[in-house]
């Protein structure tokens, strides 16, 4: 059974760090590539960032130069490091997961969401 786990989530202040980890019960978590997205209530569900199982990593445009991703693989875990967060930043942060060569749109294995909420 492949399954992957986020924790981290939590309240904090606008201005704050936030650190959001994705441990996989997977057998080989190198060959795995990872992305984060998040939702918004109301909203599309929205893709932030991707390591590929090689390392070469994209952000999204809006969260560059804020949000890291970064892996560990000794750890089978991927980390989402979040700096100078905005109430815009509120959403349920979800980890996502595929092997293979598929594009990111297709990666079949996903967490069950951490809440992030941004409020003072």
């Known amino acids: 059974q492949v399954q992957f786990a986020e924790s981290g989530g939590g309240l904090v202040q606008p201005g704050g760090p936030l650190r959001l980890s994705c441990e996989g019960s997977v057998g080989i978590f190198s060959i795995y590539a990872m992305a984060w997205y998040r939702q918004a209530p109301g909203n599309q569900r929205e893709l932030l960032a991707v390591i590929t199982s090689g390392g070469t990593i994209t952000y999204a445009n809006y969260v560059k130069g804020r949000f890291t991703i970064y892996r560990d693989n000794a750890k089978n875990t991927v980390y989402l490091q979040m700096n100078n967060l905005k109430p815009e930043d509120t959403a349920v942060y979800y980890c996502?997961?595929?092997?293979?060569?598929?594009?990111?749109?297709?990666?079949?294995?996903w967490g069950q969401g951490t809440q992030v909420t941004v409020s003072s």
């Open positions: 996502n997961a595929g092997r293979g060569h598929l594009p990111y749109e297709s990666y079949p294995y």
